[in-house]
C-alpha cells in the first residue's frame, strides 16, 4: 500500500522526524528557512500533509494550488497567523498547531528578556569581554531593579500565566490586559484592566506577549509608548509587527524607554538595522521556544493532534 506523504518544510527535532517518518513518506526541503509559495508548491505537490513553522507563509494560493491531496497542515508553533485559515476552511484542510507545550520555555525567555533589559546584561558581558572593563565602580551600568515595580502583561493567555508566575518570584506586582478577564483562580493577585491603555499607564516592565493579530499591528506606537511610566522596559515576544520600530527606536534613542528585550522583529530575519547600533536594547533571534524538550513536544503534538483526527477524534489543537 502507497504511504501518503508528508513534506517538512523545516527540520524538526530528530525524535519528531523519525515518529513522522512511522507514518508518512517524508519530503523535506532543503535548508532551514522560510520558503517562496513557488518553492511550497514545488516540493508539497502530491503531499498529504505539510509540516510548516513560525512564520512560514501559507497563503489561499497555496492552499488551493495544493489540491485535492493536501489535507492538513501541521504548524510547530503557537502561533498561527501565517496560515490563512478561512482558505484552509474553504478547502477542507485541517490546520493543527502546538499551543500549551511551549508555554514554560517562552516565559523563561521573557524573563530572561526582562532582566537583561533591566540589569543591562548583554551590556555587562560586553564590557567584560573587550577587555576593558576598569574594575567596580559605584556608578557602571546601573539598571532598574524587579522588586517592586509593575510588570504590564498585554495577553494573559497561557505564556501571559507563566510570566506573571515568574514575575511574581521578583516581587514584581502583575498587571494584565486580556480579551477576557480571568478568574480569580488564574488571576492569582493579577490586577486587571479594561483597556490597553490603561495598562500602559502603570506598566514599568511593559511585556507584550499576545498573539499576533491584525488588530494588534503596530499596537506600540508613538501615543501608547507616551503613556508608559518614565524608564519603562519593554519586552516582545508577540510578533514583530506588534511595535511601530520608528517609534521605539526613538523612545530608546531619546531614553524615554530604558531599554528594551526583544526576540521577535517585523520582517524577520532582516530586523530593523538601527537596533543592532542601540546599547540599551537586549536582542534574541526568536528562540522563545527553542529548548530540546519543548521542540520535541512541539512537534509531537502537532503529529499527534494530525493522527488523531485521522482516527475519527476531535485533537484539541486543531484550529480548523
Ligand atoms: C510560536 O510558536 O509561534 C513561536 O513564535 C515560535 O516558537
Not at 65 to 74: F, I
Not at 286 to 297: K, L
Request: with cysteine.
Amino acid at each position: 500500500m502507497t504511504r501518503a506523504k508528508a513534506f517538512l518544510i523545516r527540520p524538526l527535532p530528530a525524535t519528531v522526524e523519525a515518529a513522522i517518518a512511522t507514518h508518512f513518506d517524508v519530503v523535506r526541503a532543503e535548508g532551514d528557512r522560510i520558503l517562496s509559495a513557488a518553492e511550497v508548491l514545488e516540493g508539497a505537490r502530491g503531499c498529504r500533509v505539510v509540516f510548516v513553522s513560525a512564520m512560514q507563509p501559507m497563503g489561499r494560493e497555496v492552499i488551493a494550488a495544493l489540491q485535492p491531496e493536501l489535507k492538513a497542515v501541521g504548524t510547530v508553533s503557537v502561533g498561527y497567523n501565517h496560515i490563512d485559515l478561512e482558505a484552509c476552511r474553504e478547502y477542507g484542510v485541517s490546520v493543527f498547531y502546538s499551543p500549551g507545550v511551549l508555554s514554560d520555555a517562552c516565559a523563561d525567555l521573557a524573563v530572561m528578556l526582562v532582566l537583561n533589559a533591566a540589569r543591562r546584561g548583554h551590556e555587562a558581558e560586553a564590557l567584560v569581554r573587550s577587555g576593558k572593563w576598569p574594575g567596580y565602580s559605584n556608578v557602571q551600568l546601573l539598571g532598574i531593579g524587579l522588586t517592586g515595580r509593575r510588570a504590564g502583561i498585554l495577553g494573559m493567555g497561557r505564556i501571559g500565566q507563566a510570566i506573571a508566575a515568574r514575575l511574581r518570584g521578583f516581587g514584581t506586582e502583575i498587571h494584565y490586559h486580556n480579551r477576557r478577564q480571568l478568574s480569580a483562580a488564574e488571576e492569582l493577585g493579577a490586577t486587571y484592566h479594561a483597556s490597553a491603555e490603561e495598562l500602559l499607564r502603570v506598566s514599568d516592565f511593559l511585556v507584550l506577549c499576545a498573539p499576533g493579530t491584525p488588530e494588534l499591528h503596530r499596537f506600540l506606537n508613538r501615543e501608547r509608548i507616551a503613556v508608559l511610566p518614565e524608564n519603562a522596559v519593554v519586552v516582545n515576544v508577540s510578533r514583530g509587527d506588534t511595535v511601530d520600530d520608528d517609534a521605539l527606536i526613538e523612545a530608546l534613542k531619546s531614553g524615554r524607554v530604558f531599554a528594551a528585550g526583544l526576540d521577535v522583529y517585523a520582517n524577520e530575519p532582516a530586523l530593523d538595522p538601527r537596533y543592532i547600533e542601540l546599547e540599551n536594547v537586549f536582542l534574541t533571534p526568536h528562540i522563545a521556544s527553542a529548548t530540546t524538550d519543548t521542540r520535541h513536544a512541539m512537534g509531537m503534538l502537532v503529529l499527534n493532534g494530525i493522527l488523531a483526527h485521522d482516527a475519527g477524534e476531535a485533537p484539541e489543537n486543531q484550529l480548523c
